[in-house]
Protein backbone atom coordinates (compact mmCIF):
# COMPACT_ATOMS: atom_id res chain seq x y z
CA UNK A 1 0.00 0.00 0.00
CA UNK A 2 2.67 2.43 0.80
CA UNK A 3 4.90 1.60 -2.28
CA UNK A 4 1.53 2.32 -4.17
CA UNK A 5 1.16 5.97 -2.56
CA UNK A 6 4.40 6.45 -3.17
CA UNK A 7 4.28 5.81 -6.88
CA UNK A 8 0.71 8.14 -6.97
CA UNK A 9 3.06 10.89 -5.53
CA UNK A 10 5.68 10.63 -8.25
CA UNK A 11 3.43 10.56 -10.97
CA UNK A 12 1.62 13.63 -10.05
CA UNK A 13 5.10 15.26 -9.50
CA UNK A 14 6.44 14.32 -12.91
CA UNK A 15 2.62 15.13 -14.82
CA UNK A 16 3.14 19.09 -12.73
CA UNK A 17 6.34 19.20 -13.89
CA UNK A 18 6.47 18.48 -17.68
CA UNK A 19 2.92 21.14 -17.48
CA UNK A 20 5.33 23.32 -15.88
CA UNK A 21 7.67 23.18 -18.52
CA UNK A 22 4.83 23.67 -21.36
CA UNK A 23 3.45 26.93 -19.18
CA UNK A 24 6.68 28.51 -19.66
CA UNK A 25 7.23 27.69 -22.71
CA UNK A 26 3.90 28.96 -24.02
CA UNK A 27 4.37 32.11 -21.85
CA UNK A 28 7.89 32.57 -23.40
CA UNK A 29 6.12 32.07 -26.80
CA UNK A 30 3.33 34.42 -26.56
CA UNK A 31 5.74 36.86 -25.49
CA UNK A 32 7.46 37.04 -28.31
CA UNK A 33 5.04 37.49 -30.52
CA UNK A 34 3.68 40.12 -28.77
CA UNK A 35 6.89 42.17 -28.62
CA UNK A 36 7.07 41.75 -32.58
CA UNK A 37 3.25 43.43 -32.57
CA UNK A 38 1.95 40.44 -35.18
CA UNK A 39 -1.63 41.44 -36.57
CA UNK A 40 -1.71 38.21 -35.00
CA UNK A 41 -0.41 37.65 -32.01
CA UNK A 42 -1.31 33.95 -31.29
CA UNK A 43 1.00 33.09 -34.08
CA UNK A 44 1.05 29.53 -36.06
CA UNK A 45 -2.23 27.48 -35.55
CA UNK A 46 0.24 25.08 -34.10
CA UNK A 47 1.11 27.66 -31.49
CA UNK A 48 -2.90 28.89 -31.19
CA UNK A 49 -3.89 25.25 -30.03
CA UNK A 50 -0.92 24.69 -28.02
CA UNK A 51 -1.71 28.13 -26.56
CA UNK A 52 -5.43 27.11 -25.89
CA UNK A 53 -4.09 23.71 -24.45
CA UNK A 54 -1.89 25.09 -22.10
CA UNK A 55 -4.50 27.47 -20.83
CA UNK A 56 -7.32 24.64 -20.73
CA UNK A 57 -4.86 22.35 -18.84
CA UNK A 58 -4.00 24.88 -16.26
CA UNK A 59 -7.69 26.05 -15.77
CA UNK A 60 -8.44 22.46 -15.25
CA UNK A 61 -5.57 21.97 -12.43
CA UNK A 62 -6.72 24.83 -10.54
CA UNK A 63 -10.53 24.07 -10.78
CA UNK A 64 -9.61 20.58 -9.31
CA UNK A 65 -7.85 22.05 -6.48
CA UNK A 66 -10.57 24.92 -6.18
CA UNK A 67 -13.07 21.42 -5.73
CA UNK A 68 -10.90 19.63 -3.59
CA UNK A 69 -9.83 22.35 -0.93
CA UNK A 70 -12.47 24.96 -1.60
CA UNK A 71 -16.24 22.88 -2.72
CA UNK A 72 -15.81 19.82 -1.10
CA UNK A 73 -15.29 21.22 2.28
CA UNK A 74 -18.20 23.32 1.87
CA UNK A 75 -20.29 20.69 0.57
CA UNK A 76 -19.50 18.77 3.42
CA UNK A 77 -19.97 21.55 5.91
CA UNK A 78 -16.96 22.29 6.94
CA UNK A 79 -16.78 25.70 5.61
CA UNK A 80 -19.56 28.08 5.88
CA UNK A 81 -21.43 29.99 2.94
CA UNK A 82 -19.91 33.60 3.70
CA UNK A 83 -16.30 31.82 3.48
CA UNK A 84 -16.77 29.72 0.76
CA UNK A 85 -18.34 32.60 -1.75
CA UNK A 86 -15.26 34.79 -0.12
CA UNK A 87 -13.17 32.18 -1.16
CA UNK A 88 -14.44 31.30 -4.45
CA UNK A 89 -14.19 35.32 -5.39
CA UNK A 90 -10.91 35.26 -4.04
CA UNK A 91 -9.80 32.42 -6.75
CA UNK A 92 -11.08 34.66 -9.88
CA UNK A 93 -9.54 37.72 -8.38
CA UNK A 94 -6.16 35.49 -9.08
CA UNK A 95 -7.50 34.45 -12.61
CA UNK A 96 -7.97 37.88 -13.33
CA UNK A 97 -5.12 39.58 -12.09
CA UNK A 98 -2.97 36.39 -13.85
CA UNK A 99 -4.93 37.25 -16.81
CA UNK A 100 -3.92 41.57 -16.49
CA UNK A 101 -0.28 40.18 -15.90
CA UNK A 102 -0.48 38.46 -19.37
CA UNK A 103 -1.01 41.38 -21.21
CA UNK A 104 0.64 43.72 -19.23
CA UNK A 105 -2.38 45.63 -17.87
CA UNK A 106 -3.30 46.76 -20.89
CA UNK A 107 -6.43 48.80 -20.32
CA UNK A 108 -8.35 48.45 -23.64
CA UNK A 109 -8.24 44.29 -22.80
CA UNK A 110 -9.45 44.85 -18.98
CA UNK A 111 -13.07 43.91 -21.07
CA UNK A 112 -11.79 40.85 -22.38
CA UNK A 113 -9.94 39.87 -19.17
CA UNK A 114 -13.11 39.62 -17.57
CA UNK A 115 -15.55 37.71 -19.72
CA UNK A 116 -12.19 35.30 -19.82
CA UNK A 117 -12.65 35.37 -16.00
CA UNK A 118 -16.38 34.68 -16.45
CA UNK A 119 -16.43 31.67 -18.51
CA UNK A 120 -13.62 30.19 -16.13
CA UNK A 121 -16.01 30.29 -13.31
CA UNK A 122 -18.37 28.67 -15.18
CA UNK A 123 -15.93 26.06 -15.93
CA UNK A 124 -15.07 26.11 -12.46
CA UNK A 125 -18.72 25.68 -11.79
CA UNK A 126 -19.24 22.62 -14.25
CA UNK A 127 -16.14 20.76 -13.03
CA UNK A 128 -16.90 20.77 -9.56
CA UNK A 129 -20.62 19.50 -10.02
CA UNK A 130 -19.47 16.85 -12.41
CA UNK A 131 -16.71 16.22 -9.93
CA UNK A 132 -19.31 16.17 -7.15
CA UNK A 133 -21.02 13.44 -8.78
CA UNK A 134 -17.88 11.52 -9.56
CA UNK A 135 -17.28 11.97 -5.97
CA UNK A 136 -20.68 10.90 -4.50
CA UNK A 137 -20.78 7.58 -7.30
CA UNK A 138 -17.32 6.45 -5.19
CA UNK A 139 -18.77 7.26 -1.91
CA UNK A 140 -21.99 5.15 -2.01
CA UNK A 141 -19.57 2.34 -3.68
CA UNK A 142 -17.40 2.36 -0.80
CA UNK A 143 -20.20 2.48 2.08
CA UNK A 144 -21.91 -0.39 -0.05
CA UNK A 145 -18.77 -2.14 -0.26
CA UNK A 146 -17.68 -1.71 3.74
CA UNK A 147 -21.58 -2.15 4.58
CA UNK A 148 -21.62 -5.64 2.71
CA UNK A 149 -17.91 -6.48 4.54
CA UNK A 150 -19.43 -5.67 8.07
CA UNK A 151 -22.60 -7.73 7.18
CA UNK A 152 -20.50 -11.06 6.60
CA UNK A 153 -17.93 -10.06 9.49
CA UNK A 154 -21.44 -10.06 11.48
CA UNK A 155 -22.44 -12.91 10.06
CA UNK A 156 -19.43 -15.02 10.71
CA UNK A 157 -19.66 -13.85 14.56
CA UNK A 158 -23.40 -15.04 14.82
CA UNK A 159 -22.35 -18.91 14.47
CA UNK A 160 -25.87 -19.92 14.11
CA UNK A 161 -27.64 -17.17 16.25
CA UNK A 162 -30.92 -19.86 16.62
CA UNK A 163 -28.28 -21.83 19.17
CA UNK A 164 -26.86 -19.13 21.62
CA UNK A 165 -30.53 -17.90 21.41
CA UNK A 166 -31.34 -21.62 22.54
CA UNK A 167 -28.02 -21.71 25.03
CA UNK A 168 -29.17 -18.18 26.65
CA UNK A 169 -33.31 -19.03 27.21
CA UNK A 170 -31.88 -22.07 28.35
CA UNK A 171 -29.70 -20.09 31.25
CA UNK A 172 -32.38 -17.96 31.90
CA UNK A 173 -34.65 -21.09 32.98
CA UNK A 174 -32.01 -22.34 35.08
CA UNK A 175 -31.59 -18.55 36.94
CA UNK A 176 -35.15 -18.29 36.97
CA UNK A 177 -35.54 -21.99 38.93
CA UNK A 178 -32.30 -20.72 41.01
CA UNK A 179 -34.29 -18.11 42.07
CA UNK A 180 -31.30 -15.99 40.28
CA UNK A 181 -33.62 -13.67 39.09
CA UNK A 182 -31.24 -10.45 38.85
CA UNK A 183 -29.01 -13.17 36.31
CA UNK A 184 -32.35 -13.89 35.23
CA UNK A 185 -32.97 -10.42 33.98
CA UNK A 186 -29.38 -9.44 32.83
CA UNK A 187 -30.08 -12.90 30.63
CA UNK A 188 -33.31 -11.59 29.23
CA UNK A 189 -31.66 -8.19 28.67
CA UNK A 190 -28.50 -9.82 26.54
CA UNK A 191 -30.96 -11.79 24.09
CA UNK A 192 -32.78 -8.69 23.72
CA UNK A 193 -29.98 -6.63 22.63
CA UNK A 194 -28.75 -9.60 20.89
CA UNK A 195 -31.79 -9.95 18.44
CA UNK A 196 -31.71 -6.32 18.15
CA UNK A 197 -28.22 -6.08 16.81
CA UNK A 198 -28.83 -9.33 14.36
CA UNK A 199 -32.04 -8.09 12.65
CA UNK A 200 -32.18 -4.22 12.97
CA UNK A 201 -29.05 -3.39 12.47
CA UNK A 202 -30.37 -4.91 8.54
CA UNK A 203 -32.95 -2.25 8.31
CA UNK A 204 -31.88 1.06 6.81
CA UNK A 205 -34.25 3.11 9.67
CA UNK A 206 -35.98 2.32 12.86
CA UNK A 207 -38.48 3.92 15.06
CA UNK A 208 -36.43 6.04 17.49
CA UNK A 209 -38.39 4.31 20.38
CA UNK A 210 -36.77 1.24 19.39
CA UNK A 211 -33.36 2.57 19.43
CA UNK A 212 -33.74 4.30 22.68
CA UNK A 213 -35.46 1.21 24.19
CA UNK A 214 -32.00 -0.64 23.36
CA UNK A 215 -29.61 1.99 24.42
CA UNK A 216 -31.93 2.15 27.96
CA UNK A 217 -30.67 -2.06 27.80
CA UNK A 218 -27.26 -1.25 26.81
CA UNK A 219 -26.57 0.90 29.43
CA UNK A 220 -28.39 -0.96 32.42
CA UNK A 221 -26.67 -4.28 31.17
CA UNK A 222 -22.82 -1.94 31.31
CA UNK A 223 -24.10 -0.88 34.71
CA UNK A 224 -24.84 -4.02 36.22
CA UNK A 225 -20.69 -4.67 35.66
CA UNK A 226 -20.22 -2.41 38.39
CA UNK A 227 -20.41 -2.56 42.36
CA UNK A 228 -22.98 -0.23 43.70
CA UNK A 229 -20.31 2.28 44.34
CA UNK A 230 -19.40 2.69 41.24
CA UNK A 231 -22.68 2.89 39.50
CA UNK A 232 -22.98 6.54 41.51
CA UNK A 233 -20.65 8.11 39.16
CA UNK A 234 -22.79 7.35 36.05
CA UNK A 235 -26.04 9.90 35.19
CA UNK A 236 -27.62 8.77 32.26
CA UNK A 237 -30.99 10.39 30.43
CA UNK A 238 -32.77 9.21 27.51
CA UNK A 239 -35.79 11.40 26.25
CA UNK A 240 -38.02 11.97 23.50
CA UNK A 241 -41.22 13.71 22.94
CA UNK A 242 -43.01 11.45 21.17
CA UNK A 243 -42.94 11.96 17.87
CA UNK A 244 -42.55 9.25 15.43
CA UNK A 245 -39.19 9.75 13.89
CA UNK A 246 -36.73 7.38 12.08
CA UNK A 247 -33.02 6.72 12.77
CA UNK A 248 -30.56 4.70 11.35
CA UNK A 249 -30.22 2.19 13.92
CA UNK A 250 -27.09 1.87 16.54
CA UNK A 251 -25.21 5.44 15.58
CA UNK A 252 -24.96 6.00 19.14
CA UNK A 253 -24.12 2.66 20.73
CA UNK A 254 -20.48 2.89 19.92
CA UNK A 255 -20.07 5.86 22.11
CA UNK A 256 -21.76 4.69 24.50
CA UNK A 257 -19.23 1.59 24.11
CA UNK A 258 -16.07 3.72 24.27
CA UNK A 259 -17.45 5.97 27.44
CA UNK A 260 -17.88 2.97 29.47
CA UNK A 261 -14.51 1.19 28.49
CA UNK A 262 -12.22 4.12 28.87
CA UNK A 263 -13.71 5.59 32.31
CA UNK A 264 -11.66 4.47 34.83
CA UNK A 265 -14.01 3.26 37.45
CA UNK A 266 -12.66 2.78 40.73
CA UNK A 267 -10.17 5.11 40.82
CA UNK A 268 -8.83 6.82 44.15
CA UNK A 269 -6.68 9.46 42.64
CA UNK A 270 -9.68 11.18 40.96
CA UNK A 271 -13.06 11.25 40.31
CA UNK A 272 -14.23 9.86 37.37
CA UNK A 273 -17.78 10.75 35.70
CA UNK A 274 -20.02 9.43 32.74
CA UNK A 275 -22.28 11.61 31.39
CA UNK A 276 -24.83 10.45 29.10
CA UNK A 277 -27.72 13.02 27.51
CA UNK A 278 -29.82 11.99 24.72
CA UNK A 279 -32.64 14.04 23.91
CA UNK A 280 -35.37 13.47 20.61
CA UNK A 281 -37.25 17.03 20.30
CA UNK A 282 -39.55 17.82 17.06
CA UNK A 283 -37.76 15.43 14.74
CA UNK A 284 -33.99 16.68 16.30
CA UNK A 285 -31.55 14.44 18.40
CA UNK A 286 -28.93 16.02 20.78
CA UNK A 287 -26.68 13.50 21.90
CA UNK A 288 -23.81 14.31 24.64
CA UNK A 289 -21.47 11.78 26.27
CA UNK A 290 -18.80 13.08 29.12
CA UNK A 291 -16.03 10.82 30.46
CA UNK A 292 -12.77 10.81 32.46
CA UNK A 293 -10.53 8.95 31.35
CA UNK A 294 -6.29 8.37 32.47
CA UNK A 295 -4.01 7.64 29.85
CA UNK A 296 -3.40 3.89 31.26
CA UNK A 297 -7.32 2.95 30.93
CA UNK A 298 -6.97 4.05 27.30
CA UNK A 299 -3.45 2.74 26.53
CA UNK A 300 -5.04 -1.01 27.97
CA UNK A 301 -7.80 -0.35 25.89
CA UNK A 302 -6.81 1.06 23.27
CA UNK A 303 -8.52 -0.37 19.98
CA UNK A 304 -8.16 0.57 16.26
CA UNK A 305 -11.09 3.50 16.43
CA UNK A 306 -12.64 1.70 13.23
CA UNK A 307 -15.95 1.43 14.97
CA UNK A 308 -16.22 5.66 15.69
CA UNK A 309 -14.62 6.17 11.79
CA UNK A 310 -17.72 3.97 10.45
CA UNK A 311 -20.12 5.97 12.41
CA UNK A 312 -18.66 9.15 10.77
CA UNK A 313 -18.63 7.25 7.37
CA UNK A 314 -22.69 6.66 7.86
CA UNK A 315 -23.58 10.26 9.25
CA UNK A 316 -21.94 11.57 5.69
CA UNK A 317 -23.66 8.95 3.86
CA UNK A 318 -27.41 8.95 5.80
CA UNK A 319 -27.20 12.43 6.91
CA UNK A 320 -25.69 14.87 4.56
CA UNK A 321 -25.53 18.53 5.64
CA UNK A 322 -27.97 17.24 8.69
CA UNK A 323 -25.68 16.74 11.19
CA UNK A 324 -22.95 17.77 13.60
CA UNK A 325 -20.30 15.93 15.43
CA UNK A 326 -17.98 17.19 17.67
CA UNK A 327 -15.46 14.88 19.65
CA UNK A 328 -13.52 16.67 21.83
CA UNK A 329 -10.37 15.28 24.24
CA UNK A 330 -9.01 17.65 27.23
CA UNK A 331 -6.00 16.31 29.55
CA UNK A 332 -8.70 13.79 31.43
CA UNK A 333 -12.34 14.78 30.01
CA UNK A 334 -13.54 13.44 26.43
CA UNK A 335 -16.86 14.81 25.44
CA UNK A 336 -18.80 13.65 22.30
CA UNK A 337 -21.61 15.87 20.95
CA UNK A 338 -23.90 14.48 17.72
CA UNK A 339 -26.99 16.16 16.61
CA UNK A 340 -28.72 14.70 14.11
CA UNK A 341 -31.66 16.33 11.95
CA UNK A 342 -34.32 13.06 11.63
CA UNK A 343 -36.65 14.91 9.51
CA UNK A 344 -36.91 14.11 5.71
Known amino acids: MKSKAKFQIISWIILFAVLGYWLLVAKDLIK ?64 FEFLQW ?8 IEDNLTVTLFIGLYFLCFAWLADLSHAKKRQRQ ?30 STAISEESTK ?19 KLDFISVEEEISFLEKYI ?41 KFTQFGSDSAEPRLEIDLKVA ?33 LESIYPNRHLLKIETSKNLCCVLLMINLNN
Open 183 to 201: TAAQILQLADMMRFAIEKS
Open 282 to 314: EGVMNFLVKNSFSAEQVAANQGTGSGIELVRQR
Open 220 to 260: QLQLDRFAGSDQKWVRSSLNWDGVDVQISPMLIQPFLENAF
Open 32 to 95: LELENDFENHLGSISLYLLSWSTVFGAATIVAWLNFRFIFLPWRTARLSNPLFVGLELGVLIVV
Open 102 to 109: TIQNEPSL
Open 143 to 172: LTQEKDRAELKLLQSQLNPHFLFNALNTTY
